[in-house]
């Protein structure tokens, strides 16, 4: 069984900064795609920034040189190093993987889905 979860949201004020986590649970050996999406109220949900296997992190226009995307292999978690917050960054963040893991078989590559975590940057 996989799970993401997600950590790091909250209320900061606009100029401010946050860090999100996204630490993967399971026997994963794997790893296709790792990256966060956010979906704001009454918008579709989009993409923050991805990496897939091999690349450097391909990030939104809206959100570069503001976001940084890194990862630490061993803990199965990765970040999103978020800075200069706007209100436009408002939002409910989720982090996506999709990975293949052995659970009594070899199974995958499937999409996993984070539950989602709350950002709130006030003006």
């Known amino acids: 069984q996989v799970q993401l979860v997600e950590s790091g949201g909250g209320l900061v004020q606009a100029g401010g900064s946050l860090r999100l986590s996204c630490t993967a649970s399971?026997?994963?050996?794997?790893?296709?795609?790792m990256g966060w999406y956010r979906q704001a109220p009454g918008k579709r949900r989009e993409s923050v920034a991805f990496?897939?296997?091999?690349?450097?992190?391909i990030y939104a226009d809206s959100v570069k040189g503001r976001f940084a995307f890194s990862r630490d292999k061993a803990k199965k978690t990765w970040y999103l190093e978020m800075k200069n917050l706007t209100p436009e960054d408002t939002a409910v963040y989720y982090c996506?993987?999709?990975?293949?893991?052995?659970?009594?078989?070899?199974?995958?590559?499937?999409?996993?889905w984070g539950q989602g975590t709350q950002v709130t940057v006030s003006s």
């Open positions: 990496v897939t296997k091999g690349s450097d992190p």
């Open positions: 399971g026997n994963i050996f794997s790893t296709n795609l």
């Open positions: 996506r993987a999709v990975l293949s893991h052995v659970d009594g078989v070899a199974r995958g590559p499937n999409e996993y």
